[in-house]
């Protein structure tokens, strides 16, 4: 059974740090692009920051210079580093998996594989 599993979320300050990890089950990550999304109350999922087989990476504008993405295939493990956080970053957390693992989309329609998801909550 194929499985995502999200930790790392929590409550921190405006201007603190958390990271996420995507773990997987069932799988092996390293022939997937991995993504992060989130998704704020009221407001649609958007994508953050994917990660490809080889590690070529995309980020939306909104978290560029912030949040770093990165994996680490012998742990079966993609991390998102979030530093600098803002109140507007409070979300749901979900790391997906696209199938094509050359792929930097980080439009969820291209992702087949999703988490429950980590709440982040940035208090201002």
């Known amino acids: 059974q194929l499985q995502l599993v999200e930790s790392g979320g929590g409550l921190v300050q405006s201007g603190g740090s958390l990271r996420l990890s995507c773990t997987a089950s069932g799988f092996d990550l390293l022939y997937y692009t991995i993504g992060w999304f989130r998704q704020a109350p009221g407001k649609e999922r958007e994508g953050v920051s994917c990660i490809s087989y080889c590690s070529n990476t995309n980020y939306a504008d909104s978290v560029k210079g912030r949040f770093t993405i990165s994996r680490d295939n012998a742990k079966n493990t993609v991390y998102l580093q979030m530093n600098n956080l803002k109140p507007e970053d409070t979300a749901i957390y979900y790391c997906?998996?696209?199938?094509?693992?050359?792929?930097?989309?980080?439009?969820?329609?291209?992702?087949?594989?999703w988490g429950q998801g980590t709440q982040v909550t940035v208090s201002s």
């Open positions: 997906a998996a696209d199938p094509d693992p050359s792929s930097l989309s980080i439009s969820a329609r291209e992702y087949d594989y």
